[in-house]
């Protein structure tokens, strides 16, 4: 509780200085990267030319995922979203809008659905801006769950402030359309769009080895998994999406639980208010829920103004309402650190009871995953070479810790990586390591890197440290605490 009021106290403290430039400290989501650059706000094209030429520069979009890679402490931080950078148009002739690079994805909806229109998908973080998330491969779920696979065309300034346009017909364009802030400043993308569109959404509490059975029939899946439950057969929550018109509604059904369902059902409607006030209660709720061997099937028909998950019976935004596990548990990331990475789709289930009992091993040193883990599934492929689904269908999985704790998640996911060598990063959130080179292809990245070089012959464009290690381009920027120490 103290903890989360310091770190609210921390928040809000940077918040006051959004919109001012100048030196002042810079943080991403949960402040796991975090540093004092100087901040300059591009106005308008030229004001961001004119920052450019003033030396070396990173570009930082809002919160979430963009800030995970483009924080650059001692360096010009082109603060994007709080830019003029604005633009937002649609053509109904053709379905593409084009969007600016200080807009963000909440208000991009907005404006989306003014002409009953949405994004063919999204991630459910809405204040990040719209290319920001693009460019480090935020995603949904279900067949083109990466929101990057909607771009058709973007435009970005090279080092001399020269606007570039590249469009799906250029070679360079499937490197850079999703190039985890190696290609910046993005001042504009034009991307599909699609009809708003009601479905018919199904919820479940069951046990991970009915998921296959209960996705027949379905367009997309999201599932939760409880890590302190049955690691053989653990509890799950499972939201699925159908279209309206094939789909017949079926009754309510809730079993299980004997004379403490109610209680069990109680404790499932309050679940992420008790995991977030009460982590001690954490691993024994969750053997309770396993030993009460609960089932619950509920159906909606989601409206077609939702804003965030597309599986909302109600317009706008889930945040602005009461959580709901069977719905709100798909949110969780406010709650604590998250780390995402990428499997091949069939390994899901077995990586997640790995990862599990891994966990469940280190509870005697005092670190415990922070109420679920999420799977997203992205069945489908894409084009876009640094894409997560770019060699075939995978599964996101999410994990939550306190922040202090984060260092664990990334033991995991080396552990992961270690015996799944196709794992694959989410550029935003996961820790940047060498291994995942391989799964991204060597030749891949010295393409991405001759195309960062060709445009910023200069050296001027920076990106942090951990992508720096990652392609190895380097020692460490001056300013950074090891050239301090004379370790470089």
Same mark, same amino acid.
């Given at each position: 509780?103290?903890?989360?009021?310091?770190?609210?106290?921390? $928040?809000?403290k940077?918040?006051?200085?959004?919109?001012?430039?100048?030196?002042?400290?810079?943080?991403s989501?949960?402040?796991?990267?975090?540093?004092?650059?100087?901040?300059?706000?591009?106005?308008?094209?030229?004001?961001?030319?004119?920052?450019?030429?003033?030396?070396?520069?990173?570009?930082?979009?809002?919160?979430?995922?963009?800030?995970?890679?483009q924080?650059?402490?001692?360096?010009?931080?082109?603060?994007?979203?709080?830019?003029?950078?604005?633009?937002m148009?649609?053509?109904?002739?053709?379905?593409?809008?084009? @969007?600016?690079?200080?807009?963000? /994805?909440?208000?991009?909806?907005?404006?989306?659905?003014?002409?009953?229109?949405?994004?063919?998908?999204?991630?459910?973080?809405?204040k990040q801006?719209?290319?920001?998330?693009?460019?480090?491969?935020?995603?949904?779920?279900g =067949?083109r769950?990466?929101?990057?696979?909607?771009?058709?065309?973007?435009?970005f300034?090279?080092?001399?402030?020269? &606007?570039? &346009?590249?469009?799906?017909?250029d070679?360079?364009?499937?490197?850079?359309?999703?190039?985890?802030?190696?290609?910046?400043?993005?001042v504009?993308l034009?991307?599909?769009?699609?009809?708003?569109?009601?479905?018919?959404?199904? !919820?479940?509490?069951?046990r991970?080895?009915?998921?296959?059975?209960?996705?027949?029939?379905?367009?997309?899946?999201?599932? /939760?998994?409880?890590?302190?439950?049955?690691? %053989?057969?653990?509890?799950?929550?499972?939201?699925?999406?159908?279209p309206?018109?094939?789909? *017949?509604?079926?009754?309510k @059904?809730?079993?299980?639980?004997?004379?403490?369902?109610?209680?069990? &059902?109680?404790?499932?409607?309050?679940?992420?208010?008790?995991?977030?006030?009460?982590?001690?209660?954490?691993?024994?709720?969750?053997?309770?829920?396993?030993?009460?061997?609960l089932?619950?099937? =509920?159906?909606i028909?989601?409206?077609?103004?939702?804003?965030?998950?597309?599986?909302?019976?109600?317009?706008?935004?889930? !945040?602005?309402?009461?959580? =709901?596990?069977?719905?709100?548990?798909f949110?969780?990331?406010?709650?604590?650190?998250n780390? *995402?990475?990428?499997? +091949?789709?069939?390994?899901?289930?077995?990586? @997640?009871?790995?990862?599990?009992?891994?966990?469940?091993?280190?509870? %005697?040193?005092?670190?415990?995953?922070k109420?679920v883990?999420? /799977?997203?599934?992205? +069945?489908?492929? !894409?084009?876009?070479?640094?894409?997560?689904?770019? =060699?075939g269908?995978?599964? *996101?999985?999410?994990?939550? *810790?306190?922040?202090?704790?984060?260092?664990?998640?990334e #033991?995991?996911?080396?552990m992961?990586?270690?015996?799944? +060598?196709?794992?694959?990063?989410?550029?935003g959130?996961s820790?940047?390591?060498?291994?995942?080179?391989?799964?991204?292809?060597?030749n891949?990245?010295?393409?991405?890197?001759?195309?960062?070089?060709?445009?910023?012959?200069?050296?001027?464009?920076?990106?942090?440290? #951990? @992508?720096?290690?990652?392609? $190895?381009?380097?020692? +460490?920027?001056?300013?950074?605490?090891?050239?301090?120490?004379?370790?470089?």
């Amino acid at each position: 509780m103290f903890e989360e009021i310091r770190r609210g106290r921390k $928040q809000r403290k940077l918040d006051r200085q959004a919109g001012e430039e100048g030196t002042r400290r810079i943080a991403s989501w949960i402040h796991v990267y975090r540093g004092d650059a100087e901040a300059r706000i591009p106005h308008d094209e030229a004001k961001l030319c004119a920052d450019m030429a003033k030396g070396c520069y990173s570009c930082v979009g809002k919160s979430h995922s963009y800030n995970g890679v483009q924080i650059v402490p001692g360096i010009n931080a082109m603060m994007m979203e709080e830019g003029g950078l604005d633009r937002m148009d649609y053509d109904p002739a053709t379905g593409i809008a084009t @969007v600016g690079a200080s807009v963000t /994805v909440e208000r991009f909806k907005r404006f989306l659905i003014k002409h009953d229109r949405r994004l063919i998908n999204s991630g459910n973080y809405m204040k990040q801006t719209v290319v920001g998330a693009l460019a480090t491969g935020t995603h949904g779920f279900g =067949d083109r769950g990466v929101m990057a696979d909607a771009v058709t065309a973007l435009t970005f300034l090279d080092d001399s402030g020269k &606007r570039v &346009r590249l469009t799906r017909a250029d070679p360079d364009f499937a490197y850079v359309a999703l190039s985890f802030g190696t290609i910046a400043p993005i001042v504009e993308l034009e991307l599909e769009t699609a009809p708003v569109e009601a479905f018919i959404s199904t !919820s479940h509490i069951n046990r991970l080895s009915k998921l296959r059975e209960l996705q027949q029939g379905t367009i997309a899946s999201n599932w /939760v998994v409880l890590p302190y439950s049955n690691p %053989d057969d653990p509890v799950m929550m499972l939201a699925t999406l159908s279209p309206c018109q094939t789909t *017949a509604r079926v009754e309510k @059904v809730r079993e299980g639980g004997g004379f403490l369902a109610p209680i069990a &059902r109680w404790i499932i409607k309050r679940y992420q208010k008790l995991d977030r006030f009460l982590p001690a209660l954490r691993r024994p709720l969750q053997r309770l829920l396993d030993r009460l061997d609960l089932v619950q099937r =509920d159906q909606i028909q989601t409206d077609p103004y939702d804003l965030d998950y597309l599986y909302d019976p109600k317009p706008g935004l889930a !945040s602005e309402r009461a959580p =709901d596990i069977l719905r709100g548990c798909f949110s969780t990331t406010y709650t604590g650190y998250n780390l *995402a990475f990428f499997v +091949p789709l069939e390994k899901g289930p077995a990586v @997640v009871k790995f990862i599990m009992r891994e966990a469940d091993g280190l509870r %005697d040193l005092g670190f415990f995953l922070k109420g679920v883990i999420s /799977v997203r599934e992205l +069945p489908g492929t !894409s084009d876009l070479v640094f894409a997560a689904n770019h =060699d075939g269908p995978v599964a *996101a999985i999410d994990l939550f *810790a306190d922040p202090r704790d984060y260092a664990w998640l990334e #033991r995991l996911q080396r552990m992961v990586l270690q015996y799944e +060598p196709e794992t694959r990063p989410h550029f935003g959130k996961s820790a940047l390591i060498p291994g995942f080179r391989n799964s991204l292809g060597e030749n891949n990245l010295d393409r991405l890197m001759a195309i960062h070089r060709k445009h910023y012959p200069n050296g001027k464009l920076m990106f942090s440290e #951990r @992508v720096r290690a990652f392609l $190895q381009t380097g020692k +460490p920027l001056p300013g950074e605490a090891v050239a301090d120490a004379k370790l470089a």
